[in-house]
């Protein structure tokens, strides 16, 4: 999602996950060299990392971690100030750790990062960087029993007889998928250094249409799998809760597994919300005739009105 165009368009740029600091560091020299000199953007990329930066080709992070530019920045305006101020890097880390609130505002420019969280093993990130995850997010599963089959692919070769170069095999399958995500507003505003609760829900809003709309791309030149949810249910409660158990049944085909899975799920969200006295705030679109669920959910013609719904904290 966080590569999509339209994240891009109405979130803003994503952080830059590497592990290779050496082209990291080439990045920044680039970004921020008008407004850093460029030992000053070494330095902080080498206190962040723990690793020294220099004109070596090759320099690589303990693991994969997401940098936000923008964060950086300022981490680049801290140490010029120390060196302004004769502050060493231990005293600089302390007065950093003193206010991680104005480190977190940083990552308003790098939402998936407050959304998916960041782990940090080695220097300064590692006691200023951690981030906990706002969302969470699971394996997307078929509601049904799904049989694998066989396709074969070929490398065309227009100069030979037989036209090909290779033939080979590939097993594939396809289902209705279940796709489930939680999002925590207080941890989000948290992560965002303080981010209003009306912040929270525009970031939670645009992550609703992304689960809709947003397809893993391996493939798709092959499978064409651009299909968009056929239901989006949102949900607002103090726990959260996933409807993957109204599949452990697997669903039976009639006349397709679309619309008795969307029975499957409409009937156990019933049953889920008068067991434990669900009162929340809920809302559904659908592009199909199931009988909809009972109850205080809210039934939506467009998944543009679910995410206006959305944006004003569940209310209509």
């Not at 996933?242 to 599949?247: C, D, K, L, T």
């Not at 919300?273 to 959910?297: H, M």
Request: contains cysteine; glycine residues 6%.
């Amino acid at each position: 999602m966080r590569k999509s165009d339209y994240y891009a368009q109405n979130i803003g740029e994503s952080s830059l996950r590497t592990i290779h600091l050496a082209q990291l560091r080439d990045v920044l020299r680039q970004k921020l060299g008008e407004r850093f000199e460029q030992k000053i953007i070494d330095k902080t990329l080498a206190l962040l990392s723990g690793k020294s930066v220099d004109e070596a080709e090759k320099i690589s992070a303990d693991a994969v971690t997401p940098w936000v530019v923008g964060e950086i920045a300022w981490f680049c305006e801290q140490v010029a100030k120390a060196e302004a101020d004769n502050l060493d890097d231990r005293k600089l880390l302390k007065v950093l750790k003193e206010d991680i609130a104005a480190i977190r505002v940083n990552l308003q420019q790098g939402v998936d990062i407050a959304l998916s969280g960041r782990m940090a093993t080695s220097g300064m990130m590692s006691e200023l960087g951690k981030v906990d995850g706002a969302m969470s997010i699971a394996h997307a599963i078929t509601t049904h029993q799904v049989d694998s089959d066989i396709d074969w692919f070929t490398a065309v070769d227009d100069l030979q007889e037989q036209g090909s170069a290779h033939l080979g095999t590939q097993e594939f399958s396809s289902g209705v998928f279940y796709r489930y995500a939680n999002i925590n507003l207080a941890q989000l505003q948290e992560n965002l250094g303080g981010a209003s609760r009306e912040q929270a829900l525009e970031i939670a809003t645009h992550v609703v249409h992304m689960l809709a709309t947003e397809v893993p791309g391996a493939k798709q030149r092959t499978y064409a799998a651009f299909n968009p949810a056929d239901m989006v249910m949102v949900n607002f409660s103090d726990m959260p809760l996933s409807m993957a158990n109204a599949f452990e049944k697997a669903v039976k085909a009639n006349d397709g597994f679309l619309q008795p899975s969307l029975q499957a799920f409409n009937q156990y969200w019933d049953r889920v919300a008068n067991g434990y006295g669900l009162n929340g705030a809920a809302a559904q679109f659908s592009l199909s005739d199931v009988d909809p669920i009972t109850g205080q959910v809210q039934q939506m013609p467009t998944l543009e009105q679910l995410k206006s719904w959305v944006r004003n904290n569940g209310e209509a």
